[in-house]
């Protein structure tokens, strides 16, 4: 059983960073393909940024040359840089790993991590 688990959040203020952590109880960075979504209240989940297992990455239009996704195969952990953060930004940010995916479909994704919150003020 897969399990991934986020840590990082916090609040700042705008034009602040954070670095999101998503650690996997398993060496599964090489073989699926790793997304962070953000869902705020009363919104739908959404896409922030996507990994595959070569390395190739996508962002939402939204965060591009602001946020960066990476990962650390033999640490297990995938990781989000966020800069120049905006309040639109305050979500709840969550990590997760698909066989077959992309962040434009949440739903093909396998595993979910609980979660951490991003809070930015204006």
């Known amino acids: 059983q897969v399990q991934l688990v986020e840590s990082g959040g916090g609040s700042v203020q705008a034009g602040g960073s954070l670095r999101l952590s998503c650690a996997a109880s398993t060496d599964i960075l090489h073989n699926y393909y790793m997304g962070w979504f953000r869902q705020a209240p009363g919104k739908e989940r959404e896409g922030v940024a996507g990994?595959?297992?070569?390395?190739?990455?996508s962002y939402a239009d939204s965060v591009k040359g602001r946020f960066t996704i990476s990962k650390d195969s033999a640490k297990n952990t995938l990781y989000l840089q966020m800069n120049s953060l905006k309040p639109e930004d305050t979500a709840m940010y969550y990590c997760?790993?698909?066989?077959?995916?992309?962040?434009?479909?949440?739903?093909?994704?396998?595993?979910w991590g609980q979660g951490t919150q991003v809070t930015v003020s204006s």
């Open positions: 997760a790993a698909g066989s077959l995916a992309t962040i434009s479909y949440p739903n093909w994704f396998n595993y």
């Open positions: 990994i595959d297992y070569s390395g190739s990455t």
